[in-house]
């Protein structure tokens, strides 16, 4: 599977973004879709995942801010981030699992300015 990601930008401390990660070339229902992000100089980190079934899970950080959310038949899957603080600063990237296999997008930046 292909994943496209897109939605970042720069956006003020109290305000939304929407990501999106479209997947290609093969049949989304079936994978667990995430999405992590890494801010400059510390390691990747989960953000939000959601299961094939629609279960998702949020790290604390993020709880009762950002929504994760899956469309399949528009193959794709989004993250809702409200009330954005400057330490959501980071790159953003979306992947797929389905069993073993572990498939990832390019990321795309989210910038909040103080």
């Known amino acids: 599977v292909q994943l496209q990601a897109s939605g970042g930008g720069l956006v003020q401390a109290g305000g939304s973004l929407r990501l999106s990660c479209a997947a290609s070339?093969?049949?989304?229902?079936?994978?667990?879709m995430g999405w992590y992000r890494q801010a400059p100089g510390k390691e990747r980190e989960l953000v939000a995942t959601?299961?094939?079934?629609?279960?998702?899970n949020y790290a604390d950080s993020v709880k009762g801010r950002f929504t994760i959310s899956r469309d399949n038949a528009k193959n794709t899957v989004f993250l809702q981030m409200n009330s954005l603080k400057p330490e959501d600063t980071a790159v953003y990237y979306c992947?797929?699992?389905?069993?073993?296999?572990?498939?990832w997008g390019q990321g795309t930046l989210v910038t909040v300015s103080s």
């Open positions: 992947d797929a699992i389905w069993g073993t296999l572990v498939f």
């Open positions: 070339g093969s049949i989304f229902s079936v994978y667990d």
């Open positions: 959601i299961t094939n079934g629609g279960s998702t």
